[in-house]
């Protein structure tokens, strides 16, 4: 009698480690192992991109990361993911403040011209995508010449240090609700699980690991028409965080590092009437007068696209947690549980696994019912 | 970003379980709650792991949490010991937890980590079994959000999923629901009891040994106690059915290996393209052989 085995199934595995590294290794006599530095600094957005949707900044580890999952940032912020899982917390940092940020590029597209002036710093938003075909076989000396020119003849001392925040010019107007320092420390993700209904601490920081595409994805959808936040960039900024601890002798504020963030805020018009007759309760939106409301984003690295997706995604998941949800970008609870790289690749891919045993029972009700349903023919005769 | 410094290679041992201490802690207190409320959807904040979400990495949270050195894990998918991700997270239990012997006897083990499946053999009271789970909550066929799911199981509000099963009824004149059937624990809480088959839920019912659900995506744990009721959702008139492994005799079809008549079938086709059923349980099914060879055989005839 034919007898079907399952099983090799650990010789399978290490059979497909085999393969993937063979391919990883493909050159051959003419390759050259990529280094970590080439990953990290040629390939920086990249690394952002893993640092970002990993949750962990750890640009060195997100650059290993990339060589090791052969350029897939959901793979690679996943394995960075996992990583982060066998550290424990130390502690919560404090609230650090973005003003004092050493900046690189910082622009506002609210203003003609903003205190300290747009820096369009290193971007390809006005660049022509055209294919520059001298890279494609770039000596190396002209690579090393180009950062041996960039700061050539500029004297370092006439470099501003950090630019004042738009929005605060907003803020001293009136145009802007003055900014709310919130007593309650802010939700750690990592550490509690998302309850609905949650703060928007737990909103934020779930969009700031989110997958790019899929906050993208989800804000496009405001953006064009399922939703009404109609953002303008008040400001976008990129740059070096100094991140600030408590000392532990004298509790002072120490800078212990920096880490490369994005930065966005949008404000989006508020109707201050309408939302009053919405909000049968809410009486204190009936007497003040209309403001600008503020949306925000922050992510790890250089990722511009992803901050301002998260920053319109905020403001609408605030509408919609003021005044229920009235499209999937407004409903928390659509927008928070499907953005995340991790969660949702892992679910995509887990389809591949073995189902038979489900699927025979799937067999046995199809079966079932379509042997009623030619047996016994029902007399109404409805779509069955 | 800075370059210049250096990985952290010292770091990159990985403590006993893989996850850290203030995590299995955490698991293992969501655990005892879950334990508390039988069948109550139990929030914790699930960690990522080494592999994919949905190749069962709340069960292994939830494995790693209770594993210590002198106990003994089996590892089973679909049934079976070397289905490849058993085999892949019996690998990576054994690499992270030293000390821990791995079986493939369902009798020997003290922790089952299974997907799909609750072994054949009858469980003991000093055996836990810990499910993987996708979907852990059964009412997201009729109510998609799950703040107003929490609301409804609160409340015992389970009307709507009845209504889905009266709608079979009405439609089908037979409940269509194949796996994941919804199952009330303690009288209470109703549970998805994971992607097992229908043919396994009674196994749950007064089951001796403490049944953990881990679903790791959707960052909840849920249990079935030892001896806890768990019915699964029927009407008086109409009974609940396991899967039919009946032939056009009506003969219960045996296994085309070992000849047992009372084990869930897997059905395949072989080379020459015929049908035949097996044992999804394949310990179940090689103690069968070697145990009782002569006596199946005689049923098997």
Same mark, same amino acid.
């Given at each position: ?384 | ?88 997270? !019996? ?11 791995? &079986? %493939?006897?369902? *009798? /020997? #083990? ?118 806890? !009721? ?11 059915? &396991? %899967?039919?492994? *009946? /032939? #056009? ?53």
């Amino acid at each position: 009698m034919g007898y079907v085995a399952i099983k090799g199934g650990g010789r399978a595995i290490a059979g497909t480690e085999a393969a993937l590294e063979s391919l990883r290794c493909a050159e051959g006599e003419a390759g050259t192992p990529l280094s970590l530095d080439a990953i990290e600094q040629q390939l920086r957005l990249l690394t952002s991109r893993v640092v970002s949707e990993g949750g962990l900044y750890h640009p060195r580890l997100a650059a290993l990361a990339i060589k090791q999952m052969q350029g897939d940032t959901l793979e690679a912020a996943f394995a960075l993911r996992a990583y982060r899982s066998t550290k424990p917390r130390l502690l919560d940092l404090p609230l650090q403040e973005t003003g004092p940020m050493r900046l690189i590029r910082r622009i506002s597209s609210a203003f003609k011209d903003i205190p300290g002036g747009q820096m369009l710093g290193p971007t390809t938003d006005y660049a022509l995508r055209l294919m520059r075909l001298d890279l494609a076989d770039e000596s190396p000396e002209a690579f090393r010449a180009v950062s041996r020119r960039f700061l050539d003849g500029v004297d370092e001392a006439t470099l501003p240090d950090s630019f004042p925040k738009v929005v605060d010019a907003l803020r001293h107007e009136g145009l802007l609700l003055p900014l709310e320092r919130n007593a309650t420390t802010a939700f750690d993700i990592t550490r509690d699980p998302l309850v609905f209904p949650v703060p928007r601490s737990a909103a934020l920081a779930t969009m700031a690991r989110a997958e790019t595409g899929s906050l993208l994805a989800i804000a496009y959808s405001n953006m064009r028409g399922y939703g009404d936040v109609h953002p303008t960039i008040a400001e976008l900024r990129v740059g070096y965080l100094p991140v600030m601890l408590p000392h532990p002798v004298s509790g002072e504020p120490v800078e212990i590092g920096e880490v490369l963030i994005t930065e966005c805020e949008v404000v989006a018009m508020y109707e201050a009437q309408e939302d009053a007759s919405v909000e049968g309760d809410g009486t204190e939106n009936q007497t003040s007068p209309p403001t600008f409301t503020l949306g925000y984003g922050a992510c790890f690295g250089h990722n511009e696209t992803k901050a301002i997706s998260m920053a319109i995604l905020d403001r609408a998941l605030q509408k919609g947690m003021r005044d229920g949800p009235s499209n999937p970008s407004e409903d928390p609870e659509f927008v928070l549980l499907h953005i995340d790289g991790v969660d949702s690749m892992g679910f995509a891919s887990h389809y591949k696994m073995p189902h038979y045993v489900t699927f025979q029972s799937d067999m046995d009700r199809l079966r079932t019912t379509r042997d009623k349903a030619t047996a016994a023919p029902k007399p109404q005769g409805d779509s069955a | 970003m800075n370059p210049g410094y250096e990985l952290p290679l010292d770091e990159a041992a990985y403590s006993f379980g893989f996850l850290d201490e203030y995590a299995k802690r955490e698991v293992r207190r969501t655990i005892l709650k879950a334990i508390c409320i039988p069948g109550y959807q139990t929030p914790y904040a699930s960690r990522e792991m080494p592999m994919g979400r949905g190749f069962g990495t709340g069960g292994l949270q939830v494995t790693l949490s209770l594993v210590g050195p002198g106990d003994t894990v089996k590892v089973i998918d679909q049934g079976a010991d070397d289905s490849v991700n058993a085999v892949n997270l !019996r690998k990576f239990i054994e690499l992270t937890c030293p000390k821990v012997d791995t &079986t %493939e006897h369902t *009798r /020997d #083990a003290s922790l089952i980590q299974s997907r799909h499946r609750v072994p054949e053999m009858p469980l003991t009271e000093a055996q836990v079994l810990v499910l993987q789970v996708p979907y852990p909550d059964p009412l997201v066929v009729v109510e998609p959000s799950e703040a107003r799911r929490k609301v409804m199981h609160g409340e015992g509000d389970y009307s709507r999923l009845l209504t889905k099963l009266y709608e079979d009824i009405v439609q089908f004149d037979e409940i269509t629901i194949s796996h994941r059937y919804p199952t009330r624990i303690n009288g209470h809480y109703v549970i998805d009891p994971s992607p097992i088959p229908r043919y396994d839920v009674p196994r749950l019912h007064h089951c001796p040994a403490l049944i953990l659900l881990g679903a790791g995506r959707e960052k909840k744990i849920y249990a079935v106690p030892p001896y806890t !009721r768990a019915e699964p959702l029927v009407f008086d008139d109409v009974p609940f059915r &396991t %899967e039919d492994f *009946r /032939d #056009a005799q009506g003969q219960r079809r045996a296994c085309a290996r070992c000849g047992t008549r009372d084990s869930f079938l897997d059905e395949l086709i072989d080379d020459d393209g015929n049908k035949l059923w097996q044992c999804s349980d394949s310990d179940y099914c090689n103690s069968q052989l070697a145990s009782g060879q002569d006596s199946t055989r005689e049923v098997a005839q």
